[in-house]
């Protein structure tokens, strides 16, 4: 049925983005991103945050950049989020194990997964309160280092329910789920 290709194709698209994450994470592949080339999107203070992440996050961030130039966009508070959305990981930095685990979990788990997502990040339940609260945490994070407040509002909004209501959030998420 229609239904059943739709899905299969969600899967495997999901599938697809999370071997590129995979591959992106592998210590080989930890290129790193230029400082020259976070100058015109980031000040200093923001970026000793970015340098926080790990190196996969750091390139992840860096090609979401990439790709909302390509597609013509050019806010520099959408810039800025891009390459910060998800620094709040420094706080927790997830493992490719711990990674995997969310994706499963959630793949297999759905409600299990939301309820692990509360509480303290300890423990088993660590990469699924990282997921869930990261968004919050980085949005605090920039915001300290000097972010506006309209990026720190997409960092902290970049995993919500994609609306249309704004375009540069569904800007953001499209990339992030893109790349």
Known sequence: SAYNRLEFLVILSQLAYRTRQFWNALPGLRRRVETGSLLPYLPPSQIVLFRRMQPSEQRHAYQMLQGLKASGQTDPHLLAAALLHDVGKVLFPLSLLERAVIVLGKRFFRQRAGRWSEGTPSRLRRPF?????????????AG??????????LIRRHQDIPSIDDPLLAALQSADNEI
Do not use: F
């Not at 309160?129 to 994070?141: I, K, N, Q, R, Y």
């Open 144 to 153: 300290q280092a000097g972010a506006s407040s309209r990026t720190v509002e």
């Open 129 to 141: 309160v990282v997921a869930a609260h990261h968004p919050d945490w980085g949005a605090d994070l």
